[in-house]
């Protein structure tokens, strides 16, 4: 390690330029993968929960060469609400590969969350108001190295999901038309948190958490909300993300649709609700044991990469929450929410 300084990201310079070039070159060659560039790397560090002293970096000279995003939210894990380190974006540059820098990069993560005693550990907007950081989790693809060195560092598989595409649906019914985010409420957070009320994994829906991920967004990377109403009440929705993800070696625009929910979802609904979509391709990121993954494939979808979510407990709550088996309604497997910023960042 004497060729290379191990920091956090208030260190290093120009941070979002050599966070999207690391980024690019780091991920290129991962399906079902996106380009970035400096404006959508902005909006990405601002992530609720995101401060720059749980995030990690690796820095040959002033280069980042290897990197460690960090950002704390609460997840339902368990039955409970846990406090967690969300991991993403680990990646280093070929050219410095295999030689300890991420292992080290996520030991360092490791110990600065468990440091977090309460109280705010960030300033600004994106500073996370967090009590003692309970685990990490982060998401990876089980047929890839990555999975191994992160059962190596002690973490635990919680879930499996996938990312399933196909042609958008056609329905008989006019398309429910795209309403403005800003426009949204508590109704419609409130029908996102009942639905997802026994998802694993879930972060409760908020307005500074819709705000980012629904208002904010970059020119390039925009998002459509469509909403079914009933008497004025909200009783389904579902966001789309555009980007161009990297499927076979072609990079086709897809509508990424997620937070689909609906009071009482079908396959009729759901393609209802699908259809809408801008684009003609379709993607979404689903559990495989959950409901919603068997009414995505009823309507046309296709599993194309596999994902697993995957946990390091670091508090004797979190170990107790990982004892307990996922079961849900009707005693079948609690769902997982795959949070899709994470896993392809969008």
């Known amino acids: 390690m004497a060729d290379y300084e191990l920091c956090d990201h208030a260190r290093v310079p120009d941070l979002v330029a050599q966070f999207v070039e690391l980024s690019n070159v780091g991920f290129a060659e991962y399906e079902g993968g996106v380009q970035f560039d400096e404006d959508w790397s902005a909006w990405y560090l601002q992530r609720p929960g995101t401060d720059p002293r ?75 108001e967090a009590d003692a950081v309970d685990a990490a989790v982060l998401y990876t693809d089980p047929a890839g190295h990555p999975y191994q060195f992160y059962q190596r560092l002690g973490y635990e598989t919680r879930a499996q999901a996938s990312l399933l595409t196909g042609p958008r649906p056609q329905v008989d019914q006019e398309p429910l038309e795209p309403a403005p985010p800003e426009d949204a409420g508590q ?32 020119a390039a990377n925009p998002v459509a909300v469509v909403v079914e109403e009933t008497g004025g009440v909200p009783v389904a929705t579902a966001t789309f993300a555009e980007a161009e993800l990297l499927l076979a070696g072609e990079r086709p625009p897809v509508s990424i649709a997620y937070d689909v929910v609906a009071k009482e979802l079908s396959a009729d609904r759901l393609a209802r609700l699908l259809a809408a979509a801008p684009r003609e391709q379709v993607a979404m990121i689903l559990d495989g044991d959950s409901a919603e993954h068997r009414l995505a494939v009823e309507v046309g979808l296709e599993s ?20 307990r088996q996922r079961v849900g309604r009707a005693s079948s497997p609690t769902p997982w929410y795959p949070m899709i910023e994470s896993i392809i960042g969008v």
Not at 304 to 323: C, D, H, N, Q, Y
Request: hydrophobic residues 40%; proline residues 4%.
């Open 187 to 218: 109704p419609l957070f409130d029908l996102l948190n009942e639905f997802f009320s026994e998802h694993e994994g879930y972060s409760p829906m908020d307005s500074r958490l819709w705000r980012w991920h629904k208002c904010e967004r970059v």
């Open 304 to 323: 194309r990469v596999g994902e697993v979510s995957m946990i390091l407990p670091f508090s004797e709550r979190a170990r107790a929450a990982l004892t």
């Open 54 to 128: 749980l995030c990690q970096a690796a820095l040959s000279g002033e280069q980042m060469v290897s990197n460690v995003l960090v950002a704390v939210q609460p997840l339902q894990i368990g039955g409970d609400l846990l406090t967690c380190g969300i991991i993403d974006s680990v990646t280093t540059r070929p050219d410095h590969r295999r030689r300890g820098l991420a292992r080290a990069l996520m030991e360092r993560a490791h110990e600065a969350m468990q440091q977090v005693t309460g109280g705010r550990c960030g300033g600004g907007r994106s500073g996370c």
